[in-house]
Nanobody, 126 residues
Framework: QVQLVQSGGGLVQPGGSLRLSCAAS????????IHWFRQAPGKEREGVAC???????????YYVDSVKGRFTISRDNAKNTVYLQMNSLKPEDTAVYYC????????????????WGQGTQVTVSS
């Protein structure tokens, strides 16, 4: 059974850090691109960071401008897990974060992703 299970998230003060995890089961994550999306209340879902497959592609990473230099996406193929390290968090980063996968290449269009995690809340507030 294909499954993505997210962990991490929570409440953090502005300037703080969090790490999100997305663990895959039922398939080998290495053949897939993994994208972290987020959705804030009243806003559309937004692509945040993506890492392409290291087997079917070149493992490139991509970030939305608002998180460049603050967020880092990485994968641990041995653990079949992808991470999103979030530093220097701002209140505008508050959202529900989702991991999603598709074959090989990254896409900024959420409807091109086949499997999704359950979502995890990130709240940045003092």
């Amino acid at each position: 059974q294909v499954q993505l299970v997210q962990s991490g998230g929570g409440l953090v003060q502005p300037g703080g850090s969090l790490r999100l995890s997305c663990a895959a089961s039922g398939f080998t994550l290495d053949y897939y691109a993994i994208h972290w999306f987020r959705q804030a209340p009243g806003k559309e879902r937004e692509g945040v960071a993506c890492i392409s497959s290291s087997s079917s592609s070149d493992g490139s990473t991509y970030y939305v401008d608002s998180v460049k230099g603050r967020f880092t996406i990485s994968r641990d193929n041995a653990k079949n897990t992808v991470y999103l390290q979030m530093n220097s968090l701002k209140p505008e980063d508050t959202a529900v974060y989702y991991c999603a996968v598709r074959i090989a290449e990254c896409s900024w269009f959420s409807d091109r992703y086949q499997y999704w995690g359950q979502g995890t809340q990130v709240t940045v507030s003092s």
